[in-house]
């Protein structure tokens, strides 16, 4: 049976707006829905779009942008923090540093795990963005001054928290069953 051309796109603009197709990206509306749960709104959708992939990306795949931006800004805490160790002059703040280049490789770890997962379309399973949350609020309240790495901590934060939003949206927008 051969349906007519029009019933299929009649068919395809009635359920179209249901799916997210992954061939016309995420759109704004997307972008605003899920950066108005976190603390910064304008940050996470700069943020997201500053990976040129988002604007034809798919869920899966704006899942992926978003872990691959929070393990790009841990890394990058990570080598700050280890410069500033070995800088420190004042073994107090030697230290402090060291715990926090090994609570941000633990956070890269995690993230790398939660990316396999979401490489692997296991959405519901992606469970360590708030753990590496605590580990940036932990590290920040153990240095014993207001270094200058307050605004990357801040970044941190703010990148992790896109990741969150990103993921739960996944997860309640295609269900358990992905």
């Not at 707006?17 to 992954?22: A, E, G, L």
């Not at 910064?40 to 795949?61: K, M, W």
């Amino acid at each position: 049976m051969v349906f007519p051309a029009f019933l299929v796109s009649a068919a395809f603009l009635l359920f179209s707006p249901f799916f997210i197709c992954p061939s016309h990206g995420i759109t704004q509306d997307i972008l605003a829905t899920i950066c108005s749960q976190t603390q910064n709104q304008e940050y996470c959708i700069g943020l997201l779009q500053s990976d040129p992939r988002t604007s034809s990306a798919g869920i899966s795949l704006l899942s992926l942008i978003s872990l691959e931006l929070a393990i790009h800004q841990a890394h990058e805490n990570y080598q700050t923090f280890v410069q500033y160790k070995k800088n420190s002059t004042w073994k107090g703040s030697s230290d402090s540093f060291g715990n926090c280049g090994t609570s941000y490789q633990d956070m890269k770890d995690k993230l790398q795990s939660d990316h396999q997962l979401s490489q692997q379309k296991q959405f519901e399973k992606i469970t360590n963005l708030g753990g590496v949350t605590t580990l940036a609020y932990n590290c920040d309240n153990g240095l014993p001054f207001s270094p200058p790495t307050a605004s990357i901590t801040e970044d941190m934060l703010l990148t992790l928290q896109t990741a969150i939003y990103v993921n739960e949206y996944i997860q309640s927008t295609l269900g358990p069953n992905v």
